[in-house]
């Protein structure tokens, strides 16, 4: 059974970078059918999707925070990472990781999520 | 760029059906994928491309698209059903990017 868990600093300060890790159990990260994602959620908001990336394919941004996100992936260890530099207490959420079934060579539905994790940005 | 459409809330009883729309520009010529989010949780997918259920997703939920609007049904609604639900799309003409409505909460009278 495919497993995936969220690890991180709960807060991080104004201006630093979040930093934050998805560990994948039960399925290989490596694996060409499918997309592995970051997506967010303000308090007693909405769900807002930051990024994707194809193990060996594309890797896609928010374009609103393409300037400011990196996602990478650590095969060695089956886990991929965030970093969200220059933060703000707009980034403040629970931060969900998830896999994305690929569809037509781009990320589609997200069939298991991690339980998430928030994020507070404060000094 | 795209933008998704939804109801804020809707209401409903017991055993009557739920109709959850999702509106986009002929986003009829999109995939559909529909999520349910309790509080505290992380989502779960209850629909895919438009119309497809995951397996452990009782029957009572459908998708339709067509033209301007996607629906998610839920018919035969129970108090369990109350949760938020979400859709999401890939919008590939104006950005590279997953897209997410802004949610509907569903609540059981």
């Known amino acids: 059974q495919l497993l995936v868990q969220e690890s991180g600093p709960g807060l991080v300060k104004p201006s630093e970078t979040l930093s934050l890790t998805c560990n994948v159990s039960?399925?290989?990260?490596?694996?060409?059918?499918?997309?592995w994602g970051w997506i967010r959620q303000p308090p007693g908001k909405g769900l807002e999707w930051i990024g994707s990336?194809?193990?060996?394919?594309?890797?896609f941004y928010k374009p609103s925070l393409e300037r400011r996100v990196t996602i990478s992936v650590d095969t060695s260890k089956n886990q991929f990472s965030l970093r969200l530099r220059s933060v703000t207490a707009a980034d403040t959420a629970v931060y969900f990781c998830?896999?994305?079934?690929?569809?037509?060579?781009?990320?589609?539905?997200?069939?298991?999520w991690g339980p998430g994790t928030l994020v507070t940005v404060s000094s | 760029s795209y933008v998704l459409t939804q109801p804020p809330s809707v209401s409903v009883a017991p055993g009557e059906t739920a109709r959850i729309t999702c509106g986009g520009d002929?986003?009829?010529?999109?995939?559909v994928h529909w999520y349910q989010q309790k509080p505290g949780q992380a989502p779960i997918l209850v629909i895919y491309?438009?119309?497809d259920r995951p397996s452990g997703i009782p029957e009572r939920y459908s998708g339709s698209n067509s033209g301007n609007t996607a629906t998610l049904t839920i018919s035969g609604v129970e108090a369990g059903d109350e949760a938020d639900y979400y859709c999401?799309?890939?919008?590939?003409?104006?950005?590279?990017?997953?897209?997410f409505g802004g949610g509907t909460k569903v609540t059981v009278l």
């Open positions: 998830a896999r994305q079934r690929v569809g037509g060579k781009v990320p589609y539905y997200c069939d298991h």
């Open positions: 039960g399925g290989a990260i490596t694996s060409s059918t499918h997309y």
């Open positions: 990336f194809l193990y060996g394919g594309d890797t």
């Open positions: 002929n986003i009829g010529s999109k995939s």
């Open positions: 491309y438009d119309t």
């Open positions: 999401q799309v890939w919008d590939g003409i104006s950005d590279n990017q997953v897209l």
